[in-house]
Antibody, heavy 122, light 109 residues
Framework: QLQLQESGPGLVKPSETLSLTCTVS??????????WGWIRQPPGKGLEWIGSIYYSGSTYYNPSLKSRVTISVDTSKNQFSLKLSSVTAADTAVYYC??????????????WGQGTMVTVSS | SSELTQDPAVSVALGQTVRITCQGDSLRSYYASWYQQKPGQAPVLVIYGKNNRPSGIPDRFSGSSSGNTASLTITGAQAEDEADYYCNSRDSSGNHHVVFGGGTKLTVL
């Protein structure tokens, strides 16, 4: 059974870069035609799609975050990663990694990590 | 980019039927997916596509769509259905972007 697990610092200083990794277990990140995504949820608020990466390496980012976001894949470690630069308090959120169903349902996220809380504060 | 709009809160009496709606231009072209989220937990996909339920999702959950509005219907709501519900879909520009609705808090009375 495929499982996802986020990891990374829980506290990041303003203006610095938030870096998170999602480790995939129970399956290969490079198998089949899957996308892999990052989604966040500020405390008490709704879900926001950050971006997705296709198994081939193509990336797609939320236009509102595009200038600050980088998503990459490390197939040797069966991981994919998120980097968000120049963070502010508005980036404080629970960050989830998730895998959607195969296309054409690649916006339907059926497997989620447990989420990791990241606080931006000095 | 596009937006999906949901009512902030909806309530339903135990055992009755409730419909949660999601409106947006992208829904004229793409189906919505629906997620249930309970406090402190990751979202769970309950409906995707035209009206598909992942394995393990009770058949009291169903989805439908008309024009720019998608709906999630719970027929015979149970106490355990009390949760936040989110819709999402592909962006109307068709460039693999994803958009989420603001969420609906469902209270089962």
């Amino acid at each position: 059974q495929l499982q996802l697990q986020e990891s990374g610092p829980g506290l990041v200083k303003p203006s610095e870069t938030l870096s998170l990794t999602c480790t995939v277990s129970g399956g290969s990140i490079s198998s089949s035609s899957y996308y892999w995504g990052w989604i966040r949820q500020p405390p008490g608020k709704g879900l926001e799609w950050i971006g997705s990466i296709y198994y081939s390496g193509s990336t797609y980012y939320n236009p509102s975050l595009k200038s600050r976001v980088t998503i990459s894949v490390d197939t040797s470690k069966n991981q994919f990663s998120l980097k968000l630069s120049s963070v502010t308090a508005a980036d404080t959120a629970v960050y989830y990694c998730a895998r959607p169903l195969l296309p054409p349902h690649h916006d339907a996220f059926d497997i989620w990590g447990q989420g990791t809380m990241v606080t931006v504060s000095s | 980019s596009s937006e999906l709009t949901q009512d902030p809160a909806v309530s339903v009496a135990l055992g009755q039927t409730v419909r949660i709606t999601c409106q947006g231009d992208s829904l004229r072209s793409y189906y919505a997916s629906w997620y249930q989220q309970k406090p402190g937990q990751a979202p769970v996909l309950v409906i995707y596509g035209k009206n598909n339920r992942p394995s393990g999702i009770p058949d009291r959950f169903s989805g439908s769509s008309s024009g720019n509005t998608a709906s999630l219907t719970i027929t015979g709501a149970q106490a355990e259905d009390e949760a936040d519900y989110y819709c999402n879909s592909r962006d109307s520009s068709g460039n693999h972007h994803v958009v989420f609705g603001g969420g609906t808090k469902l209270t089962v009375l």
